[in-house]
């Protein structure tokens, strides 16, 4: 009778352990989503640089580079 309870025991920490894994999975996925479109946002408005920002850039001496 004390195997079977150890046993019960035993499983549900396990189930436990693998629904707290599972949301660790999801949050990370949906926090590389968010990264990802944010990412995306950013590629899509760098058209938007004003002129005058990269006349400076080149005054300093400095690089600007694309992905």
């Given at each position: ?6 046993a ?9 352990l ?38 400076w ?11």
């Open positions: 009778m004390k195997a079977v309870a150890v019960i025991i035993v499983s549900l920490v396990g189930l436990l693998v629904g707290i894994q599972q949301m660790r999975v999801e949050d990370l996925r949906a926090e590389k989503r968010i990264e990802s479109q944010a990412k995306d946002e950013a590629v899509t408005d760098r058209d938007e640089i004003a002129p005058g920002f990269i006349d850039v080149l005054r300093h001496g400095l690089t600007i580079e694309l992905e």
